[in-house]
Each structure stands twice: as C-alpha cells, then as structure tokens.
C-alpha cells in the first residue's frame, strides 16, 4: 500500500523559535497533501490543503503566518509552526491522496511540544 | 459543508460483547467512507473502507455497510476483545472539489476483561 512517512515523530522546541515538520509520499506522486492538527483527546481538525506549486488553501482560523506550508515537489510538503508558543503544542498529521484514488494515506503524526 | 457525525462516547463493553458505534454524514456528493482507528499515542490506522453505496467495509471481524437512503456507515463488531480498545474515528472523502478528508468527533472504545 501506499506510504507517508512524517518527520520528526517527536520534537520540543522553545517557545519564540520555528519547526518543520515534513511529510513525504514514499511510493507514489500526490499532487494534494493535507495537514491536520489533534488536540488532546479530540477529532483531527484539519487546517489546511498543500497544493504542489502553488499557495496552500487555509481552513478557516488558521494563521497563515503562523503556520507555513511549502509543497516544493509531488512528494514532498512541509509545515512550518513559527514563532511557536506553548498553545501550539499539539499532534499534527498529514495526508496525501494518490492521483484518481478514492483514499488519502496518513503519516504516523508529529508530537510537537513547546515549552 | 460536509460533515460526519458520530455517536458520543465512551463507550464501555465487557469482552465478547457486541459493538455498535453510529455514524452519520452529509455531503454534496458521492464521498467514500472510512473508519479509522486511534491507539494511545499513536497515528491513525484504516480499519475498513467503503467507495459507493451498498459497499460493506470488513477488517479484523469490524463491518460496516455504505447506506446512502440513511446517510449511515455505522461501525460493528460481534464479539469484541480487550484489544480493541481505541478510539475509532468514522471519515469522509470527498470525491470531487478539495478532496478533503473530514473526521467525526471520535468514539472511545474501552473493552473490560
């Protein structure tokens, strides 16, 4: 099946310093990567759409200075959390659908913790 | 918008007992469903899918049937076991526009001995 691998599984930052988080399709291209964020003991929320090549698309109340996207390449999409504060400690999730599949494929999540 | 709701949990079972977890949608289109699985401290695992009405998802003795006159997908098991405690996440994806994957609330699952 088809693979998303996310990076780092874990980090703690301090607060007012910046964290990338990467999310790569292993085995296929995907044009559209999604990143979700899940606060503790509740559902994914999902804050924005990666499109490669182009600016992300934004749900709405999330900062988009705060939380920079980059989809550089069809397998490869990257958050940005900057300027980090402790309330954006959370569990952020990403996602990428294959081209002409019914199915989106999730990474393995990134536990950040800013203290 | 889309949406996806699911029954309210926890939900507390003794081994062996059966397993109903409700879950209704709306959408503009023909999404697929999904049903996702939660482990403490962990990502998300598909549990079972389903693209088009009438489809029944089935994994690990889970089922759950696509049905577009109810808008439902709910979740069942016969006979559940301790290991099964998790939080199950029912899901939509939509086929058409954003692709987007949208998530219900997520119902705790806790399985007694």
């Known amino acids: 099946g088809a693979v998303v691998s996310q990076h780092p599984s874990r980090v703690i930052c301090k607060s007012g310093t910046s964290v990338k988080i990467e999310c790569r399709s292993l085995?296929?291209?995907?044009?559209?990567m999604f990143w979700y964020r899940q606060f503790p003991k509740q559902s994914l929320m999902l804050m924005a759409t990666?499109?490669?090549?182009?600016?992300?698309?934004?749900e709405q109340g999330v900062e988009k200075d705060k939380f920079l996207i980059n989809h550089a390449s069809l397998t490869l999409s990257t958050l940005t959390v900057t300027s980090a504060h402790p309330e954006d400690s959370s569990f952020y999730i990403c996602?990428?659908?294959?081209?002409?599949?019914?199915?989106?494929?999730f990474g393995q999540g990134t536990r950040l913790t800013v203290v | 918008g889309d949406s996806v709701t699911q029954m309210e949990g926890p939900v507390t079972l003794s081994e062996e007992a059966f397993l109903t977890i409700n879950c209704t949608y709306t959408?503009?289109?023909?999404?697929?469903l999904f049903w996702y699985v939660q482990y403490p401290g962990e990502g998300l695992q598909l549990l079972l899918k389903?693209?088009?009405?009438?489809d029944k998802g089935s994994n690990k003795g889970f089922e759950a049937t696509y049905r577009k006159e109810t808008t439902s997908f709910h979740l069942e098991k016969g006979s559940v076991q301790v290991s099964d405690s998790a939080v199950y996440f029912c899901?939509?994806?939509?086929?058409?526009?954003?692709?987007?994957?949208?998530f219900g609330a997520g119902t705790r699952l806790f399985v007694k001995a």
């Open positions: 996602s990428a659908r294959p081209v002409m599949n019914t199915e989106a494929f």
């Open positions: 959408a503009t289109g023909y999404p697929s």
């Open positions: 389903a693209t088009k009405a009438d």
């Open positions: 085995d296929f291209q995907a044009t559209t």
């Open positions: 899901a939509l994806s939509e086929n058409t526009g954003g692709f987007k994957t949208i």
């Open positions: 990666s499109n490669e090549g182009s600016k992300a698309t934004y």
